[in-house]
């Protein structure tokens, strides 16, 4: 998920979206460079503080403050006077009812630079796996995510890795924009 992060590379605007409880936010940490910026955008207020405390006392949570900005908020609703270089994104996307997701990916889009990279992941066989078990609605909504989010890695031409050694196995997905 961070190996975009890896130097050679001038300094960058990061946003994190859906940190959770942190983990990936460890790895893009121990990746920033002195001149990054790292936004990051969390809407349960629950996990807004647990950073807010790692951040506070947690040695591998120790950058310079003025780099780390950490956000309160659902990133649809998040609109900075300027563009990302790189988003990573945690957000579990098939969770989602479709026209989040649509809204979403639209926003990512808006929020990154004309050649900034998009960083994601899924578990794999998410949504095949809960198939047999849904009922018809559910069946649909899975459906309409499939066809949002493959029309959306396919506009962009992603790339896709499968990651076995994570538990689950998941699926990285990484696109840069204006490069198909
Ligand atoms: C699957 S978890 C991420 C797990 C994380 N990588 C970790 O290691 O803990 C998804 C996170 O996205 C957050 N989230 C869900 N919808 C969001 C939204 N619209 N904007 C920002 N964060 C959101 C959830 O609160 C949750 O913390």
Known sequence: ???????????????????????????????????????????????????????????????????????????????PPYRFDCIISGLPLNNFHPERVREILGHFERLLQPNGFLIYFEYVGVRQLKKPFSSRAEKHRLYRIERITQNF??????????????????????????KK
């Not at 969390?42 to 040695?59: A, H, S, T, Y």
């Open 153 to 178: 890695l396919k506009k962009h031409g992603a790339r896709k890795q499968l990651v076995l050694l994570n538990l689950p196995p998941a699926f990285v997905y990484a696109l840069q924009m204006g």
């Open 1 to 79: 998920m961070t190996a975009v992060l890896r130097p050679p590379r001038p300094a960058w605007t990061i946003l994190e979206v859906g940190p959770g409880t942190g983990a990936i936010t460890t790895a893009i940490l121990e990746h920033l460079l002195p001149n990054d910026q790292l936004d990051i955008v969390e809407i349960n207020g629950l996990f807004v503080e647990r950073l807010r405390k790692r951040f506070e006392e947690d040695p591998r949570f120790r950058p310079p403050c003025s780099q780390v900005r950490l956000y309160h908020t659902a990133v649809e609703k998040f609109y």
